[in-house]
């Protein structure tokens, strides 16, 4: 079945600092990519769509000069959170739409990643 | 504002039982709706999912039913099984918003021996 990592699956950093997060589609190509973002028992919240080759469509509310993604490949998308502070401390999970999908179910999750801003 | 809703953060079932998991949304636009089951620090895996067209789809041991004039859908695991225990999540897409989804908040499901 398809596959979808991240890494870190876990980070701490300090505040000020910036962290990046790699989403990697392992056994297929994603054209799109999506970002979000869970509070503790809170629901997953989408940040934004990442399509291979262009900028990145933000949800309402997220920073885009904050939460920078790039899309440079058709299995890698990166989210990076510049200058973190301790309330972007949250899991961050991506998920990938494998190339010539359109139904939603064909996204494919990958395990997500804690951040922890000290 | 939550658009699609759990209310119920946790159940638990006993082995055999049924189990049934309840959603409720606000957003008339919404049209297609996907149950997704969540193991601790897995991501979300697709289970079952229905279009607005429809009241019902079953796929084996799962059910969902969708109730449109109430705006509440449900899942049914029947028999329910230890290896259901999970956290199950809610979401929803419309046409023209592509694949993106609205999650609810989730349901933890402990289904006991």
């Known amino acids: 079945g398809a596959v979808v990592s991240q890494h870190p699956s876990r980070v701490i950093c300090k505040s000020g600092t910036s962290v990046k997060i790699e989403c990697r589609s392992l056994?297929?190509?994603?054209?799109?990519m999506f970002w979000y973002r869970q509070f503790p028992k809170k629901s997953l919240m989408l940040m934004a769509t990442s399509n291979e080759g262009s900028k990145a469509t933000y949800e309402q509310g997220v920073e885009k000069d904050k939460f920078l993604i790039n899309h440079a490949s058709l299995t890698l998308s990166t989210l990076t959170v510049t200058s973190a502070h301790p309330e972007d401390s949250s899991f961050y999970i991506c998920?990938?739409?494998?190339?010539?999908?359109?139904?939603?179910?064909?996204?494919?999750f990958g395990p997500g990643t804690r951040l922890t801003v000290t | 504002d939550q658009q699609v809703k759990q209310n119920s953060p946790s159940l638990s079932v006993q082995e055999g039982r049924i189990s049934i998991l309840n959603c409720d949304y606000t957003?008339?636009?919404?049209?297609?709706f996907l149950w997704y089951k969540k193991y601790p620090a897995e991501g979300p895996t697709f289970l079952i999912s229905i279009s607005s067209i429809k009241d019902k789809n079953e796929d084996g041991r799962f059910t969902v039913f969708l109730n449109k004039s109430a705006k509440h859908l449900s899942l049914h695991i029947v028999p329910s099984q230890p290896g259901d225990s999970a956290v199950y999540f809610c979401?929803?897409?419309?046409?023209?918003?592509?694949?993106?989804?609205?999650f609810g908040t989730g349901t933890r499901l402990q289904v006991t021996l």
């Open positions: 056994d297929f190509q994603a054209t799109t």
């Open positions: 957003n008339s636009m919404f049209d297609y």
């Open positions: 998920s990938a739409l494998e190339e010539g999908g359109s139904i939603a179910y064909e996204q494919y």
């Open positions: 979401a929803a897409s419309s046409t023209g918003t592509a694949s993106k989804l609205t």
